[in-house]
Each structure stands twice: as C-alpha cells, then as structure tokens.
C-alpha cells in the first residue's frame, strides 16, 4: 500500500482555537519550595507561556489555591498578559474538583486541555489525570511546570505520560501556535515573546535582526 504525504499538519498539533490553557498555582508560597527547575527559569517560562496564550487569543483559565490567606498571589509574568482577568481561587489541590473552574471549562468548551504550574505532582497530575478520564486530550507544558525535587516532578510527568498525556516545552508551545513563518499577522508578535522570553533562541533572533536585518519568512 502506497502513502502519499500531504503538505497538511497532523492532528495531534495544536492550533489556538482548539484548546483551553490552565496555568494553575503560579504562586509565592507554591514556588518557595519549588526546586526541580529554578526561580529564574520558572517565571520566565511561565511568562512566555501566558504570553504566547494572550497573544494568540487561547482561551485561559489563570487559578490559584488560598490566594489570601496562604499561597499569595500569581506571578505577575502570568497574569499581566490578562489585564483584568479574573483568578478562580479553589482550595482543592485537583483543580479539576472546583465547580468554577470546570463550569469554565464548560463553557469554553474545547476538546483539548493544556496545563502548567506548580507542584507538577499533586495540582498538575490531579486535573490531568482526571480531565484525561473524562475523555479530554490532555499536554503538559513540562519545563513550566515545577515540583519540590528532581524525582517528584519526574515521576509526575512520567506518570501523567503513561496515562496518555503529551508533553511539550513553552517554547515548542509558542512555535506550535505560529507554526509557520509567512504568517504575518503573528510573526512580530511570536519573535517578540522568543526574544523577551526565548533565552539563546530569543538572543539569536536579536542578534540577527539587529546586524542584517534578517527574516525567517
């Protein structure tokens, strides 16, 4: 049997429109104990993240657990990309147990749920998990995620794994939204956030933009 490839994406990419972003946790208290990925690296990815979420219109839920009286607020890398939006505080580690969370999910309606936050272990597992039993589609943004140790946030993410969810990076997260460079329309928006937010890869677009001008359209 012959298989003629076709220039067309494959399914399992996602695009803006077909799933729901959860950044989950960002927080003081959360990210204190945090240790399988530094401060630095943590809020900086996260805030490519949101980023690249607001930039290209994914719908978003930003949630926090005891906001006010123990885990203090969320990383202003993640929420000033959402001026005005509201944080769904829960005091349930699952955040898939919150009827306001999951009445917003509901209401955005998408198939697919992508996650992010603090501890990879306990409030990422427990929605993944339990969004992947109710038939959603679930990816984890693994290098925006972080736990108390190495061996925690490891576990975490093999585990979610075996039960089917997808890893990904933030910065492949944001490259996948663009996917191509002749769409114009994002292209400032995309090298924009990589050059804030994209380490090496953000100052090599500098770099190169800066000394000839160059272009990856």
């Known amino acids: 049997m ?22 989950i946790d960002f927080q003081s208290q959360m990210a204190f104990a945090t240790k399988s990925i530094d401060p630095v690296s943590l809020r900086n990815n996260a805030g490519l ?12 839920i930003l949630t926090t657990v005891a906001e006010k ?27 898939w147990e919150d009827a306001a969370v999951i009445a917003e999910v509901n ?16 409030c990422i597992v427990g929605p993944a998990l339990s969004a992947l039993d109710q038939g959603f ?14 061996e925690a946030h490891e576990r975490a993410m093999q585990r979610m794994i075996q039960a089917g969810a997808r890893p990904i990076t933030a910065v492949q997260y944001l490259l996948e939204l663009q996917r191509d460079w002749a769409r114009g329309d994002t292209y400032e928006l995309t ?15 500098t770099y190169a933009k800066t000394m000839f001008g160059a272009h990856e359209g």
Do not use: Q
Not at 69 to 95: C, I, Q, W, Y
Not at 191 to 205: C, D, L, N, Q, R
């Open 107 to 122: 209401r955005i309606g998408k198939p697919r749920i992508v996650l992010a936050g603090l501890w990879t272990s306990v």
């Open 191 to 205: 090298t924009g956030i990589a050059k804030k937010y994209g380490g090496a890869y953000g100052i090599g677009i």
């Open 49 to 60: 993240v949101a980023a690249a979420a607001a930039g290209f219109g994914v719908s978003t």
């Open 69 to 95: 009286s123990f885990s203090g607020p969320m990383f202003e890398e993640v929420t000033a990309p959402f001026p005005g939006k509201a944080l769904l505080d829960r005091t349930s580690m699952n955040t």
């Open 137 to 150: 589609e679930v990816y984890v943004i693994a290098d925006a995620c972080g736990d108390v140790s190495d």
């Open 2 to 23: 012959t298989i003629t490839a076709t220039p067309t994406p494959g399914k399992l990419l996602l695009k803006p429109a077909d799933h729901t972003l959860i950044m």
